[in-house]
């Protein structure tokens, strides 16, 4: 029940002022609430996540427009510094989160899935301190089909001058970043963020152009029925992976479900808990998900909901990145799922040294 002294100074009913109160939690005034700060350092924060808000906005509007647009979709006939062919959006994407970067004062760097090697802000342009490390769009292979795809971010702070450009600053483990989250261009488009004070879910309103919120302080649950894993490479995993799958085929209670992108099958599992995987395979045992712009910012974000992320050995969050570009082994989602998992790497290993 509404108290009423709180709404005393509106004219309107309780439950619309409510509606107009929740419409004005606004993603920036929500990161001022968060840390409950006004300070530069808090501003800062706060426009760096204003920016992120622009970056996904101009994304979803492309996104929802590109099948009509004569040169949006497709390939590009590049191949990336991944080995992988790069879509057209790939690219839009990337150069969106560099032109609303650019001249925003709150950067030094942007390092993505796209580039390979950071692109630093140019003399003639304000420089901050941040450093934006992004996939610019997860999951490129649904976007020729119209299925959900993502952007995954993660927020670091410049340490040292990087005088020679190597960015060896950034090859630190996860638990230096200072925010990440991610952006779902779904039926609706979603910004979920965490900087550290729980994990916050927004929904983009577009008649208002605004990020309104929608969850707070995200809990995932400790167990859940969802293992979202790719089971077409059944045949390329190390026998404790096919353990897994076959307890789970074997046993009541599991769903599968795989969307082909990370940030739609790892949302569905914020919210209704169970196990995202992506093993290593003999071939490629560090698996193909990319530490620095995929896993460490999901694990950053997935710890703060009171989840687990591991490379089936280790903490994502404890990995420290040789190069930009690393990949690891990832295992992410709620506590229990994640430790079943683990599980069967422990007993595989138990058994190959007997
Ligand atoms: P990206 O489109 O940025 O390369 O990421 C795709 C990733 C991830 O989003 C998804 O979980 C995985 O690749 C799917 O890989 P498979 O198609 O090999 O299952
Ligand atoms: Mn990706
Ligand atoms: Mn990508």
Not at 255 to 269: N, P
């Amino acid at each position: 029940m509404l108290n009423t002294q709180t709404w005393e100074h509106f004219q309107i009913h309780p439950e619309e002022a409510q509606a107009l109160d929740r419409d004005c939690t606004t993603l920036s005034r929500h990161v001022l609430q968060q840390l409950n700060s006004f300070s530069p350092d808090a501003q800062d924060i706060s426009a760096l996540m204003s920016r992120i808000a622009l970056a996904g906005k101009l994304i979803a509007r492309r996104l929802t427009r590109a099948g009509l647009l004569e040169d949006a979709l497709g390939f590009t006939g590049t191949v990336n510094v991944q080995g992988e062919s790069v879509k057209k959006m790939d690219i839009y994407s990337n150069d969106v989160f560099i032109s609303v970067f650019k001249q925003s004062g709150l950067v030094c760097r942007l390092a993505s899935e796209e580039m390979e090697k950071p692109y630093y802000i140019p003399e003639n342009c304000p420089v901050g301190r941040y450093t934006l490390l992004y996939d610019p769009l997860d999951g490129s292979s649904n976007l020729d089909t119209n299925l959900n795809v993502g952007s995954i971010f993660s927020i670091r702070q410049q340490e040292g001058n990087d005088e020679d450009e190597s960015a060896q600053d950034l090859l630190q483990n996860g638990r230096k970043q200072i925010g990440a989250g991610y952006i779902l261009y779904g039926p609706s488009t979603m910004l979920v963020y965490s900087i550290g004070t729980g994990v916050h879910a927004f929904t983009l309103d577009p008649s208002l152009g605004e990020f309104i919120q929608a969850n707070e302080n995200i809990k995932i649950p400790e167990h859940g029925p969802i293992y979202s894993v790719n089971e077409g490479n059944f045949w390329q995993w190390d026998e404790s992976m096919r353990d897994y799958i076959r307890y789970v085929h074997r046993h009541e209670g599991y769903t599968a479900r795989y969307g082909g992108a990370l940030v739609g099958d790892l949302h569905r599992i914020l919210y209704q808990g169970g196990v995202f995987l992506y093993p290593g395979t003999v071939k490629k045992p560090e698996g193909k998900l990319r530490l620095l712009y995929e896993s460490a910012p999901m694990a950053y974000l997935i710890e703060q909901a009171g989840g687990r992320a591991s490379t089936g050995t280790e903490e994502i969050l404890d990995v420290v990145a040789e190069k930009l570009h690393q990949r690891t082994p990832l295992i992410i989602g709620s506590k229990e799922d994640v430790a079943l998992v683990e599980s069967f790497i422990k007993e595989q290993k138990r058994i190959s040294q007997v």
